[in-house]
């Protein structure tokens, strides 16, 4: 049994890059590489001339800054409240 992958709204992903790119450009061109065109780790340090560790350390700072853009763009961000409490 596979299990379901999140649902990806595209449109959220599309302003989150550009937020992200606003930033950090080579973030954003990792996550293109990694996500869009399925390229490994070592690929992306070769065609971008940097690092694996540089690559490995970028891929994940983006995909959590990533999660907490979209998590807070549907409305999840951890306000510290939980919903028993929010509820009251």
């Known amino acids: 049994m596979l299990a379901e992958a999140p649902e990806v709204e595209f449109d ?10 606003a930033m950090d450009e080579r973030k954003v061109r990792i996550v293109e590489l990694k996500f869009f065109a399925g390229l490994s780790i070592e690929e992306i340090a070769r065609f971008l ?3 694996t560790a ?8 983006a995909k959590a800054w990533l999660a907490r853009e979209l998590a807070s763009e549907r409305g999840e961000a951890d306000s510290g409240v939980s919903g028993e409490d929010a509820a009251e």
């Open 54 to 61: 540089t690559v490995k350390r970028e891929w994940t700072l």
């Open 12 to 21: 959220a992903l599309d302003d989150a890059l550009v937020k992200l790119g």
């Open 49 to 51: 001339e940097v690092s």
